[in-house]
T-cell receptor, first 112, second 116 residues
């Protein structure tokens, strides 16, 4: 059973507009959430994270929002740029040694 | 700074063959992981290690083995390759427990394996 769900396999956004990527989780033991970005033929790279004690974290153009009661988080990218075109993975951690649980990813395409 | 290095980048195996995917990190990280990614799917954890001499199974360990004799190296062994093991394999490492201030995972570039 998928514990981290990204229900949109792809998303197309015009350059300069806001991109919103969504993620839902089912395991209430998750206490840390991360977004990774992946280009073709490369490994995922860390983008931004949020602890369960916060509801928002910003880093430049990237903001992650966490709604614990809804078990939902979202990544906002403003403004979207062509270099943002990539697959974005939502991931969650229980704080244990067994790494991260990943969603299936959302392919973001920024249209010129 | 090389980070996490995986070899080979590509490999084709015949059913029943065996091989080892190599992974090395030069960041003195305690934690190391092997994930596989199938098309359209997220990354699934195969094995992980919290330090030299200590390994444990992840979500999908069947058909694989690992060892961690040094802090730097974490090879993944495929015994009796099967078509179901066709996938892209990613090795990752972190200084601390995944998540948290010291738990960022650093990934290698991946090893694409095809079993025919």
């Amino acid at each position: 059973d998928q514990q981290v769900k990204q229900n949109s396999p792809s998303l197309s956004v015009q350059e300069g507009r806001i991109s919103i990527l969504n993620c839902d989780y089912t395991n209430s033991m998750f206490d840390y959430f991360l977004w990774y970005k992946k280009y073709p033929a490369e490994g995922p790279t860390f983008l931004i994270s949020i602890s369960s004690i916060k509801d928002k974290n910003e880093d430049g153009r990237f903001t992650v929002f966490l709604n614990k009661s809804a078990k939902h988080l979202s990544l906002h990218i403003v403004p979207s740029q062509p270099g943002d075109s990539a697959v974005y993975f939502c991931a969650a951690s229980r704080g244990g040694a067994d790494g991260l649980t990943f969603g299936k990813g959302t392919h973001l395409i920024i249209q010129p | 700074n090389a980070g996490v290095t995986q070899t080979p980048k590509f490999r084709i195996l015949k059913i029943g063959q065996s091989m080892t995917l190599q992974c090395a990190q030069d960041m003195n990280h305690n934690y190391m992981y092997w994930y596989r990614q199938d098309p359209g799917m997220g990354l699934k954890l195969i094995y992980y290690s919290v330090g030299a001499g200590i390994t444990d199974k992840g979500e999908v360990p069947n058909g694989y083995n690992v060892s961690r004799s040094t802090t730097e190296d974490f090879p993944l062994r495929l015994e009796l390759a099967a078509p179901s093991q066709t996938s892209v394999y990613f090795c990752a490492s972190s200084y601390g427990v995944a998540g948290g201030d010291t738990g960022e995972l650093f990934f290698g570039e991946g090893s694409r394996l095809t079993v025919l």
